[in-house]
């Protein structure tokens, strides 16, 4: 059941941003010409991102290829929350979003994703592991990520450490640990090396990161291009519509004055809308990124009037996109969650994480505001 409302969800939306992106195109273009520039231009707005997904296609196609883990097993019952988290987060930085195939991969019993899910993405306030986070990295422009990452890592440990059920701490999968470690400082000093020489996105630069390592794990799989292509194919479908329809409305909420929408906030409690009222949006399907594209447009410029430097209105965007790929049914967290344990994606997102994302929320709103 869950494959069948992935699947269709996917392709089906795909189809409806693309004609919605149409009707936009059409009614804000002087001509033929210009509706066929715009449609253009609009289905390679999200290039990066498509390039980032199909990478990650390759990545989890080479962890069937154990070898490199013959003597790494990954037993979560043996291991204590905060250990599990540890693991995710380091894990993040060289599989991104494919941190749950990666553990199943190294596991010979289900896994249980809730602590993964949250682990991976505590790693996107201080770094660009995923595809949303690679996104804002890159729409702010930072020269140096080094600001925000200070900023953000306080939130960072609060999810990792963050435990209800007070499980003893233990590095039961050190061999992993320390593995996952390794490798997260591989592709820092990767991203570092890169950046000297090669200015551009941070997902294009993680895209080709995950390409190498999947070569290094399997070489074969430089063959494997139609079966990874196919495996994503509805997600290149849905993708290239979440950047047709965002191209096509970005002069239309460029138009809208966010002072009116936000004026009855204030500028002590503007930070709300993306903390809280935005993720909100995500649990009727509506995926992350396609938020962040639409009310940053809108909001980014009234957080910086309220006081909040760049660095800390991207932390905000982050916690936003935390929040909104737990509990989004749709987001790429959630999918490769439900795809790796045959859950339902329901289950997956909102009712494994709502109590945590609202916990979550508050505090980083008074993290926040305390900085300003």
């Known amino acids: 059941m869950f494959r069948f409302l992935i699947v269709n969800y996917l392709?089906?939306?795909?189809?409806?941003?693309?004609?919605?992106?149409?009707?936009?195109?059409?009614?804000?273009?002087?001509?033929?010409?210009?509706?066929?520039?715009?449609?253009?231009?609009?289905?390679?707005?999200?290039?990066?991102?498509?390039?980032?997904?199909l990478a990650l296609s390759f990545l989890k196609l080479s962890l069937i290829n154990r070898r490199l883990f013959q003597k790494m097993e990954f037993d979560q019952a043996k291991s204590s929350s905060i250990e599990t988290k540890i693991i995710s987060f380091l894990s993040a930085f060289s599989?991104?979003?494919?941190?749950?195939?990666?553990?199943?991969?190294?596991?010979?019993?289900?896994?249980?994703?809730?602590k993964i899910s949250r682990g991976l993405t505590s790693s996107m306030l201080i770094y660009p592991t995923t595809l949303a986070s690679g996104y804002v990295f890159d729409f702010y422009e930072f020269d140096s990520i080094f600001s925000v990452f200070l900023i953000g890592l306080p939130l960072c440990l609060f999810i990792i450490f963050l435990d209800n059920k007070k499980t003893p701490f233990s590095f039961f999968n050190l061999n992993i640990l320390l593995f996952s470690l390794f490798l997260a400082f591989l592709n820092v000093f990767y991203m570092y090396v890169f950046s000297l020489f090669l200015n551009g996105s941070f997902l294009l630069k993680q895209s080709l990161f995950f390409i190498i390592f999947s070569l290094f794990l399997q070489w074969r799989t430089i063959f494997k291009v139609s079966e990874a292509f196919f495996s994503i194919w509805r997600q290149v479908l849905f993708f290239i519509g979440v950047g047709s329809v965002s191209y096509s409305i970005s002069p239309i909420l460029k138009s809208v004055n966010p002072y009116e929408v936000l004026s009855f906030l204030g500028n002590d409690f503007i930070l709300i809308f993306p903390i809280f009222l935005v993720p909100i949006l995500s649990v009727?399907?509506?995926?992350?990124?396609?938020?962040?594209?639409?009310?940053?447009?809108?909001?980014?410029?009234?957080?910086?009037?309220?006081?909040?430097?760049?660095?800390?209105?991207?932390?905000?965007?982050?916690?936003?996109?935390?929040?909104?790929?737990?509990?989004?049914?749709?987001?790429?967290?959630?999918?490769?969650?439900?795809?790796?344990?045959?859950?339902?994606?329901?289950?997956?997102?909102?009712?494994?994480?709502?109590?945590?994302?609202?916990?979550?929320?508050g505090v980083s709103f008074l993290y926040l505001l305390f900085l300003r």
């Open 11 to 53: 392709s089906s939306m795909g189809i409806v941003f693309l004609i919605l992106s149409f009707v936009f195109n059409f009614s804000l273009s002087d001509g033929i010409d210009s509706f066929y520039k715009k449609t253009i231009e609009g289905a390679f707005f999200l290039d990066s991102v498509i390039v980032y997904i």
């Open 284 to 361: 009727f399907l509506i995926h992350p990124l396609l938020l962040f594209i639409s009310f940053s447009l809108l909001f980014s410029q009234p957080m910086l009037d309220a006081g909040f430097t760049e660095e800390q209105i991207c932390i905000a965007w982050l916690v936003m996109i935390v929040n909104a790929q737990l509990l989004s049914p749709v987001s790429l967290t959630t999918v490769m969650a439900s795809t790796n344990t045959n859950n339902n994606i329901f289950y997956e997102s909102f009712f494994k994480h709502y109590k945590f994302c609202f916990v979550f929320g």
């Open 95 to 114: 599989f991104g979003l494919g941190v749950s195939s990666f553990l199943k991969a190294l596991s010979k019993g289900p896994i249980e994703t809730k």
